[in-house]
């Protein structure tokens, strides 16, 4: 069977698709380089909608939205159509658009006895006011992982899976599997970044008082969220 049924077949019955060297090392670690240039307030480029730039941080646990449309290195490794190609040949999708990215960064701590909270959802519960036919999250880890260091862990049929990766691997998984990030034991801070994905036929459906961030910077047509926004959801050229 060749690679590329196997993925289907597998991502289809799963869920989750591991795949090893996908990006080069070297490109890594100019994202890291970017990374720790946004940290300082420092971009090399600026969205078309309105979000707030980047200041100096230094907390301890950092998720920034956005960092990809502020550092151009980020914004290439997920929208120049690599992963795009790989979210669609392995979801047999006619095409696929942005939906959002967070950049991940935690320091290390020291273990305590106890139970480890890992802060278990799915992403379909955050993205109520979205209907497509699919919806993906690309993990894509910025480091070399231990599974001290608290890796995205994913709950499968009750068992739980650390996603020990190494910088340049990635794992995508469907926007209905359950999954965490328990807390960095490791021995250094722990960065990655998440790249969220879906189907080119996205569109919004209003569900209550749910509300996602991307609603209030795309456009608005007819007075309703348009995820069709090309400036903040656009579509991957695979």
């Excluded at 990809?68 to 979801?91: H, N, V, Y």
């Excluded at 070399?144 to 009750?158: A, K, N, S, V």
Aim: hydrophobic share 35%.
């Amino acid at each position: 069977m060749r690679l590329l049924e196997r993925r289907r077949e597998f991502f289809a019955s799963e869920g989750y698709l591991i795949v090893k060297e996908f990006f080069p090392k070297e490109e890594i670690a100019e994202v890291v380089t970017a990374q720790d240039a946004f940290y300082r307030g420092e971009t090399d480029s600026e969205p078309e909608f309105h979000w707030p730039r980047p200041r100096l941080c230094r907390a301890r646990s950092r998720k920034h939205p956005y960092a990809s449309f502020f550092c151009g290195a980020i914004g290439k490794l997920l929208r120049d159509g690599r992963l795009g190609r790989l979210i669609q040949q392995t979801g047999e999708l006619k095409s696929v658009r942005f939906w959002h990215d967070q950049l991940l960064y935690e320091e290390a701590r020291e273990a305590t006895p106890g139970e480890i909270d890992y802060h278990w959802h799915r992403e379909d519960s955050r993205w109520q006011t979205c209907e497509a036919s699919q919806m993906v999250t690309a993990w894509i880890p910025l480091c070399d992982f231990t599974e001290e260091m608290g890796p995205i862990t994913l709950d499968l049929q009750g068992k739980v899976k650390r996603m020990v990766l190494k910088a340049g691997d990635l794992v995508i998984f469907k926007d209905n599997v359950r999954h965490g990030n328990p807390p960095n034991f490791g021995k250094q801070a722990r960065r990655a970044l998440a790249g969220h994905f879906a189907s080119g036929d996205l569109r919004y459906r209003k569900s209550g008082r749910f509300s996602h961030v991307n609603e209030r910077i795309v456009q608005t047509v007819d007075g309703r969220p348009d995820f069709r926004d090309e400036r903040v959801c656009p579509l991957i050229d695979s």
